[in-house]
């Protein structure tokens, strides 16, 4: 997501194409080209210029509700609202990639999840990340948690300091007791959460709920679910994550 100004100005964007498979926009103002992954302008006159871009979730409905109740939804323009595909994304997956890397550790449609801090890229499987959830690691000198939601689909990925300090993070499994029966009622369970090593409780939003750090936040990290083909295109330089858990 990117901001529609530059320079102060506002544009208005258009899809004006294809290319492998990622948006070309165009704005009316100028008539410059604008790349959807990199928000960088790649032809017109403003060429080499770049938007600045806005920090966003891909959440699922349900935990974005849980989340924000009160929350407006974009409702589809009743003119075209026939024209909306309702499965556009298991289709695109079947169509043949125009790009790939042979040799490459993934399959171009991997889906990864990629992160870019001061131009040091790493792609993150998601069938790996789903696995070993909550990921602490290190890019380009920054220590990195990123975190599976509690319906197993949405994702978040946060700088991993506390006070300014690097800290480890653990998902919280434990229930309470029940009632002695070894089943437990739905309200013996306990909320989804995060454990610090400093004893700090955290949600899903990356604030801390319980523990000396009560109130504060995490900072948030620019992460993007692309597929691999895509990422590693306009990412050449690109790791790739190895899952270090053994399950």
């Not at 407006?72 to 790009?99: F, G, H, N, R």
Request: hydrophobic share 40%; aromatic share 12%; with cysteine.
């Amino acid at each position: 997501m990117w901001k529609r100004t530059w320079n102060g100005r506002s544009l208005h964007f258009y899809l004006a194409g294809i290319n492998n498979q990622n948006f070309l926009m165009r704005d009316r103002e100028t008539g410059t080209w604008w790349q959807q992954i990199t928000g960088k302008a790649v032809y017109g006159p403003l060429r080499g210029a770049s938007l600045e871009l806005v920090l966003s979730d891909e959440l699922t409905f349900g935990e974005w509700q849980s989340e924000f109740p009160g929350g407006q939804v974009l409702a589809p323009v009743a003119t075209y609202a026939k024209e909306y595909d309702s499965d556009w994304e298991p289709k695109v997956a079947k169509l043949p990639v125009v790009i790939s890397f042979p040799g490459t550790e993934l399959k171009s449609r991997d889906v990864v999840i990629g992160v870019a801090i001061d131009g040091v890229a790493r792609a993150y499987p998601w069938a790996a990340f789903t696995k070993e959830s909550p990921v602490i690691d290190h890019l380009n000198g920054t220590p990195l948690l990123l975190v599976l939601g509690p319906d197993g689909k949405s994702f978040r990925v946060f700088l991993s300091r506390v006070d300014g300090r690097e800290s480890e993070f653990f998902l919280r499994t434990e229930t309470s007791a029940g009632d002695g029966s070894g089943a437990l009622a739905s309200s013996d369970k306990k909320p989804w959460s995060l454990i610090d090593s400093g004893g700090n409780e955290w949600n899903f939003q990356g604030c801390a709920i319980a523990g000396a750090a009560q109130g504060k936040c995490l900072q948030r990290i620019p992460a993007l679910k692309d597929y691999w083909f895509d990422w590693r295109n306009y990412h050449p330089e690109t790791s790739v994550y190895k899952i270090t858990r053994a399950n």
